[in-house]
Every structure is written in C-alpha cells, then in structure tokens.
C-alpha cells in the first residue's frame, strides 16, 4: 500500500508547519500511515505536542491553525483535543493537540516527523500493552445489538424504511465488532475498515445477511432477522470462549417479543422461517 501525493504534500506541509511554529514541540504520525498500511483512502492522523500555555489557543482560534497548509471546508474542535478537517482536495484530516513538556511514546505505533527538543519519549520501545479485554467488548456490544433487534417491530410496523436501514447498518457494525473478538483480533484500523479482520466465510455470512434489506417490509423483517440468527449461532460461543456470561434471557425476550409482533403484521414470525445464510 501507499499514500498518494495530495497525502503526501499535506504531510510535508504539517512538518514545515511544526517546524516553524515556535509553540510546536513535536510532531508524529500515528494510524494507518504511522503502520506502513495507508491507501488512497487513509485519513491523515496525526498528533502535536505544543507548549502548554499555548493550548488553548490551539483550541480557541477562530479558525483551524493549519490553513496555510491547505485551504479547508471543514474544521471542527471535537473531543476536546482534536482538529477534525476537511481539505479542499477531499482530504480526511485528525490533528490531535497535546499541551505538556514531554509525551510518552512507549508500545505505540508512531512515525515521528520532528522533535527538535526531544521531547518525545519511549519512542520505538515496544512496551507492554495490556492483553485486550474482550469480556468488557462483549458486555458493550451483545446487548445493545439486542437492543436495536428489538426496535425492529416498530420501524417496519410505522413503515420507517429509511430507519429500519439505518439500523441494519448499525447491527452490522455490532455484529461485525463481536465477529472480530471472536477470532481474537485487536482492531488497530479505522472504521472504515472491516473485511481485513474477518475470515471470508464469516465476511460473506455477514454480507449475504444485508442483501435481503430492499426497502420493503418483508425484506428488511428478513434482513435483520438474518443478522440476528448470526448472533444467535456464534456469539453464545464467542462468548463462551472469551468467558463472557452470554445475556440468553435478553436475547430469548427479544426474538419472543419480535417474532410475536412480525406476526401481527402478517410478516415472518420466527427465525426459523427466515432464509438463514451460511446454514
């Protein structure tokens, strides 16, 4: 893989940036870049230690600090410590302000592009990550994937096509999320990134379950019930396996509640009636 040259420029034009700024310290890149995994589509992600009395200008000025870089049509301050932008050029852009002496590099991924003062430390040291802790994934995700199955009956009752799609997009995500834990996996990429973490089997599972979701209420009612029996067959046992105690009364009180109302609406009223993928 690698960056094209609008990346390239604005990369080159953050370093002459951050070395002439006075109130910059260092400058690194951390990401997809930082990884040596870019394409044309990567985000610039990249991070700044300034002065510490010089923070919150960082923060306030009326405009993004980077203009001279390249001309932006957005320019957020989110999170409190982040420059989300937008260049001209359709350039995806995260510039996170740090505001001390020194910064702590250690086990991270970094591509350091200046740092005249030595300011940056650990740099290169692979550290000690703490093992990721699938259990508290689990215990984010399962549940409220069975929170939004549950709000299938209403969308597709009240004829929210639009919503119903909305959510199957965002069940996926979940499911996709729980799927990765399964094979033990530490997603270190954005979210536009998920067919490099899944088993191809499991990616076309997940990809045949969505085809169903045309906007009708019978397609989608099918749609999300796919994704759910997908749930049903694999998280118990990811679950089991990374020691999470499965919430199954949450999940039977779901499907009861779904399939009863799906039947009220002359709509498939249980999963076995729904043409499961991969089975």
């Known amino acids: 893989m690698s960056i094209t040259p609008i990346q390239q420029t604005y990369i080159d034009g953050l370093v002459r940036f951050a070395e002439t700024d006075p109130r910059v310290r260092a400058l690194w890149l951390e990401g997809s870049i930082a990884t040596g995994r870019a394409d044309r589509y990567s985000d610039v992600d990249a991070h700044l230690l300034v002065e510490p009395a010089a923070l919150e ?9 980077f203009e001279s870089i390249r001309p932006t049509v957005l320019g957020d301050f989110l999170f409190g410590s982040m420059w989300n932008l937008l260049t001209v050029d359709g350039l995806r852009v995260d510039i996170w302000v740090h505001g001390s002496e020194t910064h702590d590099l250690t086990g991270k991924a970094a591509d350091v592009r200046y740092d005249d003062v030595g300011a940056l430390i650990g740099v290169g040291a692979p550290g000690n990550p703490s093992t990721p802790d699938f259990v508290a ?43 990765i834990v399964g094979e033990g996996i530490v997603r270190d990429r954005g979210v536009k990134n998920l067919n490099a973490y899944l088993p191809d089997n499991v990616r076309v599972e997940l990809e045949r379950a969505l085809e169903a979701g045309a906007l009708s209420q019978e397609s989608l009612a099918t749609a999300h019930l796919r994704l759910a029996t997908i749930m049903m067959r694999r998280g118990r046992e990811i679950a089991a396996r990374h020691g999470y105690d499965y919430p199954q009364a949450l999940e039977e009180t779901v499907i009861r509640y779904v399939s009863a109302e799906l039947e009220q609406l002359g709509l498939a009223s249980t999963l076995s009636d729904v043409d499961q993928p991969g089975m």
């Open 57 to 65: 200008a960082f923060r306030h000025e009326g405009a993004p600090p």
């Open 137 to 179: 994934m689990l215990q984010r995700t399962i549940p409220e994937f069975w929170r939004m199955i549950s709000m299938t009956p209403a969308v597709i009752g009240r004829r929210e096509f639009v919503v119903s799609n909305i959510g199957l997009a965002l069940e996926a995500n979940l499911l996709g999320e729980v799927l």
